[in-house]
């Protein structure tokens, strides 16, 4: 191999390590709205939006910023579901504003529940603080993942995939969960579309109450909530 050839090479692994490196330092952040449409130049009427929230001025950063009580007290089970979600994000703790955080507290009495739902922009790991919950996610190829949890257990709910929770327990059932997104959004079918009265909620809080009797919280089994 001649000297040309050598240094035609090197050039080549130089130029596709710094073509590489220069797309990873510019990728696009993850988006913190679901939608974000082009604001046209001639609009003057048009405000500035950006992904996220403005930061404070540096010489107005104070300890408070940092600290939240919001999750301390469990919110109102006294409900068609008997449960509570408490979410927090940058927009009601500023010192989580470009910390990609965000966390929220489930309080659930007896029988209570989360319908199916899901998060765009995050996965979600839910700790037992109180209780006995079941958990569980269903993927793209409609297999049903579910565990049974006790206090101190987490189990993780993936990114973007319908999840749910049930107290499987005879008490109050408390959990706290961690997202990696600021803004993680949630999309509910039943809660967008049907009434808590509806024969379609009914049906599904059914099937959601036999599965935590069925006890079947060791294996991924194909089966549909929606039946």
Request: contains cysteine.
């Amino acid at each position: 191999m001649n000297l040309h050839t050598i240094m035609s090479s090197s050039f080549l692994v130089i130029v596709l390590h710094l073509t590489f490196s220069i797309s990873t330092c510019f990728a696009d952040d993850g988006p913190l709205q679901d939608v974000c449409p082009t604001a046209l130049q001639g609009d003057r009427s048009q405000k500035l939006f950006i992904n996220g929230f403005p930061c404070k001025n540096h010489n107005n950063i104070s300890a408070p910023d940092f600290k939240t009580s919001l999750l301390n007290h469990a919110g109102d089970v006294d409900n068609f579901f008997r449960s509570s979600v408490t979410v927090v994000t940058a927009a009601e703790f500023p010192g989580l504003n470009t910390q990609s955080l965000s966390m929220a507290r489930t309080d659930l009495a007896m029988d209570g529940m989360v319908l199916p739902h899901s998060h765009p922009r995050a996965s979600e790991m839910m700790y037992v603080a109180h209780g006995t919950v079941v958990a569980g996610f269903i993927d793209s190829n409609g297999w049903l993942f579910q565990r049974t949890i006790g206090e101190g257990d987490v189990f993780m709910f993936p990114r973007g995939l319908l999840h749910f929770c049930v107290n499987a327990g005879f008490g109050l059932a408390t959990a706290y969960s961690v997202f990696n997104s600021q803004n993680p959004g949630v999309a509910s079918i039943a809660g967008s579309m049907f009434t808590p009265e509806s024969e379609v909620v009914q049906r599904m809080v059914e099937r959601m109450l036999r599965l935590r009797v069925m006890g079947m919280g060791d294996d991924a089994v194909e089966m549909s909530l929606f039946e």
